[in-house]
């Protein structure tokens, strides 16, 4: 049995250092993720002014519930999603003028339905060059709270963001939701605000949350269940056996759910109290509807040409406005790859072939660096015209992985 460890969750490390800097008190965060997006998320923390320590397997937070203690303050948040929503909602909560800018790849990311939202609820805010992009300043007075409605059709973390705010407003927030996408990653943000001390009231896609603020706690980081994906589903494709410790039935992620559409073409899978195991079999084809876990539709998509039959992916329009269109980048890589694929707005069809060597054109995506790895492992000769921006959630990721490959059970 081979057994991978799997650094810490992006998502949940994201959303701990937001509730750590809101918090009353000295937060921990065991064994963070340490990539670009999260040392982005936390030097934009220390640019706001907060105390942030960083050791080896060990992050310390000291919280300012009052908000940013640097007015005036100027944060980059490179490439992050979570960075470039989540901080200036934070900032939006403290008093003084703030400034945010991002990536060109993150500032073609849209932003308007959060920044309309919180326009509504009486925040100064000023886009700088296309409306509802990066960059954009605040001119922070704190917020007073009521009620606000919110499409996050296109991210949940627009909603997370309105969430995590929440507890930091004078009288509390009232959320009616339109639309949704990504819903697990919105109940791994509920639970993290127990953690630290908020009961959010659901009410189907009504959501009311309590001011209050939030206590400091000492917060473990469970692993990264997108990233564990491409293990998984290199156990699929090549018949072996992989175990992630850490991730179990009670884990976070939604994204673990990868697991159930690899058994539902073929892999065998044991999700365990605290780790899950996947061992190939013959893939099939099937129809599976990713909206909820649309991360890891390039996962899938790298592993479907391998199946016996056609794999069509449906719902997973949201990922076509990632760090690139993810569902034009799988098409275009497949072809590449001499496979047969057919695309419309919010699906993608893969059907049966013996993909042949190709440069992967990555669009600076890690997601689609990680994914056709996956596929390597069948089709010697796959490279890739940008491998290095596997940084931003695992920079280790190529030494694993092929640590993986090479041992033997």
Not at 3 to 26: H, M, N, Q, Y
Not at 324 to 333: S, V
């Amino acid at each position: 049995m081979a057994v991978v460890e799997i650094p810490g969750s992006k998502s949940v490390t994201a959303r701990a250092l937001f509730l750590a800097a809101a918090a009353d008190g000295v937060t921990t965060l065991a064994r963070p993720l340490v990539s670009d997006d999260t040392e982005g998320f936390a030097e934009g923390l220390l640019g706001l002014g907060y105390q942030v320590v960083r050791e080896p397997g060990e992050w310390r937070i000291t919280g300012r519930p009052q908000g940013p203690g640097t007015d005036g303050a100027e944060v980059f948040c490179r490439d992050g999603a979570t960075t470039a929503r989540f901080l200036p909602t934070l900032a939006a909560a403290g008093h003084g003028t703030f400034h945010f800018d991002a990536s060109a790849q993150m500032r073609r990311r849209p932003l308007g339905p959060l920044t309309t939202a919180l326009r509504e609820l009486g925040v100064d805010l000023e886009h700088h060059g296309q409306d509802g992009h990066h960059p954009l300043s605040i001119r922070a007075n704190g917020v007073a709270g009521g009620e606000v409605t919110l499409d996050a059709g296109l991210s949940s973390q627009y909603l997370t963001a309105l969430l995590l705010l929440g507890p930091l407003t004078r009288t509390g927030l009232r959320i009616d939701v339109t639309d949704l996408v990504s819903a697990p990653y919105v109940e791994i943000t509920l639970a993290m605000m127990r953690s630290f001390g908020v009961e959010v009231q659901r009410e189907g896609n009504v959501f009311s949350v309590p001011p209050g603020g939030y206590t400091a706690a000492r917060y473990p980081i469970e692993p990264d269940a997108s990233t564990a994906s491409y293990f998984f589903a290199a156990a699929a494709l090549t018949g072996r056996e992989v175990t992630v410790p850490g991730l179990g039935r009670d884990a976070l992620q939604g994204d673990l759910r990868f697991v159930e559409v690899l058994a539902r073409l073929g892999a065998k899978v044991e999700v365990g109290a605290d780790a899950t195991t996947v061992t190939g079999g013959a893939l099939t084809g099937g129809t599976v509807n990713m909206r909820d876990i649309s991360d890891t539709m390039p996962t899938l998509a790298a592993i479907a040409p391998f199946a016996s039959g056609p794999v069509r992916i449906e719902d997973v329009y949201n990922t076509r406005v990632k760090e690139c269109d993810r569902l034009d980048a799988c098409a275009e890589n497949l072809r590449r790859l001499g496979v047969r694929v057919e695309t419309g707005r919010d699906w993608i069809e893969i059907h049966p072939g013996a993909p042949k060597a190709a440069e992967i054109a990555t669009h600076g995506d890690h997601r689609i660096v990680m994914s056709f790895a996956v596929t390597g492992l069948r089709t010697p000769g796959v490279t890739f015209d940008d491998p290095g921006c596997v940084r931003k959630t695992f920079p280790g990721f190529h030494e694993a992985f092929a640590a993986w490959a090479a041992r033997q059970d």
